[in-house]
């Protein structure tokens, strides 16, 4: 059998320019300056707890008020679900007395805690009953502070982590793969796994440190006849800041059954031919710089 039918999707890069205004330092930013002066390296889902002390209808404003609150101060956010590499802000309230105090607390993609900031109370009533408004207002008087956090802690990282800085080869996150039949979850993790290392990429498990992120889907389905199944694979490309830089879509059809044991060679074919569309992604992200994808002419076969 053959995957040969690949494509692959990649988004353009945005370049913003540089307006007339006096530039005094243009040229000479200091050491600190060159890893620091460019957009935020994260993204943040804000994700509302079972805490909350919230109706779902509210807790999903409140989400939504709070990542538009930090949209605001200019951090990237989203509210809901989370992608592999996202920081997640968590939202919770605890009752003191008759007010709510909202919490928030931040997590890395690993879900180690990054920090905690309290929120001003709120009258316990107001809270419940006081709804968009007061929700609002809560998200806006806490976005300030928490853009504030998220400041230090990014400069923190990106000063003190040598990868964070953009030295050495791109750092990808390898999520294991999902619903294949059989061993082929783990079959075509670890194939996918060799062939990206091959490419020249640090393949790594956990989100700390990586500039990219890969996932796997496998969706089988019906195929043209009881004989056959339909195959599809899709590996998706995102970027720390929360970017989907691109998909490879594989499609085909196979034997019924005959992928519910091991897949052996079958992901062997599957992580040849979908790994060099995933580096043709990050290269056009800029995630090779020049030369470098030179390894790939190495890659394993």
């Known amino acids: 059998m053959s995957f040969s039918r690949r494509a692959f999707l990649a988004a353009p890069l945005a370049l913003a320019a540089c307006g007339p205004l006096p530039q005094p330092f ?24 079972a805490g909350v002390l919230l109706t779902d209808g509210d807790a999903e404003t409140l989400s939504r008020a709070v990542a538009e609150a930090l949209a605001g101060q200019e951090i990237p956010a989203v509210s809901g679900e989370a992608l592999p590499l996202d920081w997640r802000l968590l939202l919770a309230a605890e009752r003191e007395g008759g007010n709510v105090v909202p919490r928030y607390a931040l997590r890395d993609a690993d879900g180690q805690a990054l920090g905690m900031l309290v929120g001003r109370p709120v009258a316990a009533r107001d809270w419940a009953e006081g709804g968009e408004a007061v ?14 956090l998220l400041a230090r802690i990014d400069a923190q990282r990106r000063t003190g982590d040598e990868r964070a800085t953009g030295s050495g080869p791109p750092v990808l996150r390898l999520i ?17 796994r060799e062939r990206l290392a091959g490419f020249g990429f640090a393949v790594q498990d956990q989100a700390d440190g990586a500039q990219y992120a890969v996932s796997g889907q496998v969706t089988m389905a019906p195929g043209a006849s009881r004989a056959v199944q339909r195959v599809e694979i899709v590996w998706t490309v995102s970027r720390r800041d929360g970017q989907d830089l691109g998909r490879v879509l594989q499609l085909n059809e196979v034997p019924a059954g005959s992928l519910n044991g091991l897949w052996a060679d079958v992901a062997l074919v599957v992580a040849e031919e979908a790994s060099g569309g995933i580096r043709d992604v990050v ?7 020049g030369p470098a994808a030179a390894p790939a002419a190495a890659a394993p076969r």
């Open 26 to 49: 243009r040229g000479r930013p200091g050491e600190v300056a060159r890893r620091l002066a460019r957009p935020p390296g994260y993204r943040v889902a804000v994700m509302p707890g």
């Open 135 to 148: 929700l609002r207002r809560a998200a806006a008087e806490a976005a300030p502070n928490l853009a504030t």
């Open 176 to 192: 294991p793969v999902r619903g294949a039949p059989g061993d082929g979850n783990r079959s075509l993790t670890a194939r996918m």
């Open 283 to 289: 290269m056009n992200a800029g995630g090779f710089a």
